[in-house]
């Protein structure tokens, strides 16, 4: 069974965005402007950059409107 090259990030119901595998780990591409800080950021594993996602959303939740 091969591993996907794709995943899609959500967060709380919502699509942060989505990773795709390359030769150095997975990059990010936002879907929506929150998670734009990410957008090109390259990463180890699909986890690894669906909890910084999360960490994006958080922060924000802290933060006022």
Not at 7 to 20: F, L, M, P
Not at 37 to 52: I, P
Request: aromatic share 10%.
């Amino acid at each position: 069974m091969s591993q996907a090259n794709a995943y899609i990030i959500e967060i709380h119901d919502r699509a942060a965005g989505i990773v795709t595998r390359d030769a150095r780990g997975f990059r990010f591409f936002s879907s929506e402007r929150l998670f734009d800080s990410l957008e090109g950021r390259q990463f180890r594993s699909a986890r690894e950059a669906e909890r910084a996602a999360r960490a994006v959303f958080s922060a924000r939740g802290r933060r006022p409107s």
